[in-house]
């Protein structure tokens, strides 16, 4: 443990980081690079939650002629579909699993329950957490910072498609200004999209550092983990 900086991180996925090149589905290799980081911080003592998008199955802008509670929960379960993909993929490498949803399907995982979550990552298992926050309206972004904040996590990880977080968007103005220290209000003031809005304001009231790193480069887990100067940190 001495060579890590945080004790128990919750980290954030996207769906499409999943999805690799394709954009859509569950690339296997892409999802088994990000599991053999995850399990080195296991291995390294680290107690480790997942919060996972549905972005690489559904978003709800392709719901938008469906009204917005039925396009919002199918997203949630596409985070289950997710959450099982990696959970399997997580436990062929020897690390323990629990997938947590928050909407019940006890047949293929268990309800989410702060105990047995908190138990769960004591005993050094890795915990996903499935379909947000079990409630319409919310983004998997609050559904990372609500569950950051039950568990007592120290930071999140929030794994991106970009390397930091930019005054815009690198890809249409490459003079685009890379910040490496941003505070919450700033990000809200400059409407910057790390997390959304209500993520974003739920990090800052529960005084939850957010890490913005590039998951295209699955071992910066490990190094953001190790303290490693890397992405833009938001505090």
Not at 94 to 107: H, P
Request: charged content about 25%; some cysteine.
């Amino acid at each position: 443990m001495s060579e890590v900086k945080y004790k128990r991180v919750l980290l954030k996925l996207s769906g499409e980081a999943l999805a690799g090149d394709a954009k859509k589905g569950i690339d296997a290799d892409v999802i088994g690079k990000i599991c053999d980081q995850i399990k080195i911080i296991v291995d390294m003592g680290v107690q480790v939650s997942i919060v996972i998008g549905g972005g690489n199955f559904w978003r709800g802008r392709f719901g938008h002629q469906m009204e917005r509670t039925t396009s919002d929960y199918m997203g949630m379960l596409a985070t289950a579909m997710n959450g099982l993909a990696l959970q399997d993929a997580l436990e062929s490498r020897g690390v323990y699993t629990r997938l947590q949803t928050a909407i019940e399907m006890r047949e293929i995982a268990e309800p989410y329950i702060k105990r047995k979550a908190l138990k769960h990552l004591d005993r050094g298992r890795v915990v996903i957490f499935a379909c947000g926050t079990g409630n319409p309206y919310f983004t998997t972004d609050t559904g990372a910072a609500l569950r950051a904040a039950e568990t007592e996590s120290e930071v999140i990880l929030l794994a991106k498609t970009t390397d930091a977080v930019y005054s815009e968007d690198p890809k249409e103005n490459p003079n685009a200004v890379r910040y490496d220290e941003i505070t919450y209000k700033e990000v809200l003031n400059k409407n910057l999209k790390v997390m959304d809005s209500t993520a974003t304001a739920l990090c800052m009231d529960n005084n939850i550092p957010i890490i913005v790193f590039a998951i295209k480069e699955p071992e910066n887990i490990v190094k953001v983990v190790k303290g490693e100067k890397i992405g833009t940190i938001v505090n």
